[in-house]
Nanobody
């Protein structure tokens, strides 16, 4: 599976961006895609994930992201989106999409080791 992330950029606080992750290669009924982000000097953290079949959604248990980020998919285009609204300077990071052959449920969906393939990342910079 190959993934290509795009849509990052520089915005002012309060702005919005929509990230895209184009997926190529074979997918399976229980597979899915997740978004992670990594800020300078910090560990890569889970943002959201979605299952291809059924569209089950998973979000980070983070007050800082709740209500502002929305994940969605277009099965026909094999693309997963991350809509980010009301962006804050602390959202500045490289955003990565990743594919899991078998997307787990529960807290395991947040673990990086559950994802076998990773895209190259797209930079999001939010200025105050």
């Amino acid at each position: 599976v190959q993934l290509q992330a795009s849509g990052g950029g520089s915005v002012q606080a309060g702005g919005s961006l929509r990230l895209s992750c184009a997926v190529s290669g074979r997918t399976f009924s229980n597979s899915g895609v997740g978004w992670f982000r990594q800020a300078p000097g910090k560990e890569r953290e889970f943002v959201a994930a979605i299952r291809w079949t059924g569209g089950a959604l998973y979000y980070a248990d983070s007050d800082s992201m709740k209500g502002r980020f929305t994940i969605s998919r277009d099965n026909a285009e094999r693309t997963v989106f991350l809509q980010m609204n009301n962006l804050k300077p602390e959202d500045t990071a490289v955003y990565y999409c990743a594919a899991a052959r078998s997307l787990p449920i529960g807290v395991a969906v947040r673990l990086r080791r559950q994802y076998e393939s990773w895209g190259q990342g797209t930079q999001v910079t939010v200025s105050s």
